[in-house]
């Protein structure tokens, strides 16, 4: 990926200490003391942040922003949030306003805003303000869209498959193992149906979630950013939607009926918690949700190779961006090494927004991790190191990429319910995808 600023000037920029109160080191008492002492002398500064979720997260998100405040006593943080549904509809119509928040939080479609020319570039306070000195690679270079740094990730994870080690007992099928292919995939998966019998499934479908994972399987990408262009071809996805059609007419996965009505994104009403499908694809910090609201073990294990591996890395979640209209850029670049570096806030933010995307932290919060927690760790851990052997370029979500969502999911169902063969479905949908691509880019 081109940049204008290279990683070495942004490694050597965190090589610098961090003045802000984000270092992750321990402070003295009385340097403590004095830092706040001349907070207290500095200009009054008010910041808007704004986020999606749950009321639980926003209980997290408000105490770690009031402990923020006590470090920072000039600086008071208004926070406001929005259930995901109507999230960006908000957020959209502040920015034509002119009355966004000063940070606010987005996930894979960062590249729609970096495009809008909305997101405020936060490279210049690395190593000042922001301390990234800890920080994965991978999610600096997430961060940084042709040159700058608009972005900074707030939680990490890694999508694999869940499985239901109860309904793999039922069944007497053993649980996947590393190395496993999607060939081993699909007879695993029409096994389980098969041994358990009316009403229970080996998988749901993962046409839409996986493709993108299947792509860079294959050498291809959803979205190529370098060239600005998409990053696959027509031929390069009609297997992947065949290979689908072809498992679940053989019982291996869920009806389309069921995929619809019980849809895997749902946790409430998702069949991985009524136990009566074993295998699902999700992000990883996902599990805590589903183990929630089922008595059965559920864990973790790796997706499927391809020819190019799993293809699966440590990626950002969702993650922090700046107006580029504030007022307060150093002290909004400041929240943010707060956020991703300081003890207090890890403990306080958790898992919720998926694991630390700091060393540090991610150790901090190990120490005292739950069994479902551990198994997270342990996964991403696995799949962090696994990417260092076989790297996977970071990808983007393709310019318009709700459309492209809504598109996918639609030529599933078409295919699902027979209103069209594989073939016409794939080729509509790769018609639409460019269209989508050329109104949006």
Not at 187 to 194: F, M, P, T, V
Not at 262 to 280: C, E, F, Q, R, Y
Not at 337 to 361: C, E, F, H, Q
Request: net charge neutral; aromatic share 10%; proline share 5%.
């Amino acid at each position: 990926m081109k940049k204008s600023v290279s990683f070495a000037a942004i490694a050597a920029l965190m090589a610098v200490t961090s003045a802000c109160g984000g270092s992750t080191g321990g402070t003295p008492t009385g340097a403590a003391d004095s830092t706040a002492k001349d907070a207290a002398k500095k200009e009054p500064v008010e910041l808007r942040i704004m986020w999606w979720g749950d009321q639980k997260r926003a209980d997290r998100t408000n105490e770690a922003l009031r402990n923020f405040e006590k470090k920072n006593p000039n600086i008071k943080i208004v926070g406001e949030f929005a259930p995901s549904s109507g999230y960006f509809d908000k957020l959209n119509t502040q920015l034509a306003s002119g009355t966004a928040p000063d940070v606010f939080f987005l996930g894979g479609n960062v590249v729609d805003y970096a495009n809008k020319g909305v997101l405020l570039d936060v490279g210049s306070y690395v190593g000042k303000e922001l301390n990234l000195t800890d920080m994965d690679k991978s999610m600096i270079e997430y961060g940084t869209i042709k040159g700058k740094l608009l972005h900074v990730s707030a939680g990490a994870n890694a999508r694999g498959v869940l499985v239901n080690t109860e309904l793999f007992k039922k069944a007497g099928v053993e649980l996947p193992k590393e190395g496993w292919t999607w060939d081993d995939f699909s007879r695993i998966a029409k096994e389980l149906s098969q041994k358990l019998g009316k009403d229970y499934y080996g998988t749901y479908d993962y046409t839409v979630d996986g493709m993108d994972i299947y792509l860079k399987q294959n050498g291809k990408q959803l979205y190529d950013m370098d060239g600005g262009k998409l990053g696959f071809e027509q031929k390069d996805v009609e297997p992947w939607f065949a290979y689908w059609d072809k498992l679940r007419k053989e019982g291996g996965g869920v009806t389309p009926e069921l995929q619809v009505s019980n849809p895997p994104g749902d946790t409430s009403k998702s069949l991985i918690v009524t136990g009566k499908v074993a295998m699902s694809l999700i992000a990883s910090n996902a599990l805590g949700a589903h183990q929630n609201l089922i008595k059965d073990s559920l864990t973790l294990v790796p997706l499927p190779r391809g020819p190019k591996g799993t293809a699966v890395i440590f990626e950002s979640s969702q993650g922090m961006s700046g107006y580029n209209k504030t007022k307060y850029p150093k002290e909004v670049a400041q929240l943010m090494s707060y956020w991703i570096n300081d003890p207090d806030a890890a403990k306080i933010l958790g898992n919720d927004r998926g694991v630390p995307v700091t060393a540090p932290m991610r150790e901090l919060l190990k120490k005292e991790a739950t069994p479902v927690d551990q198994i997270i760790y342990d996964y991403t851990s696995k799949v962090s190191d696994a990417a260092k052997k076989e790297p996977v370029k970071v990808s983007y979500n393709p310019p318009g990429f709700t459309e492209y969502s809504k598109l996918a999911e639609t030529t599933v169902q078409e295919i699902g319910f027979g209103k069209k063969d594989v073939k016409k479905a794939v080729d509509d949908f790769y018609n639409g995808v460019v269209k989508i691509f050329n109104n949006n880019k």
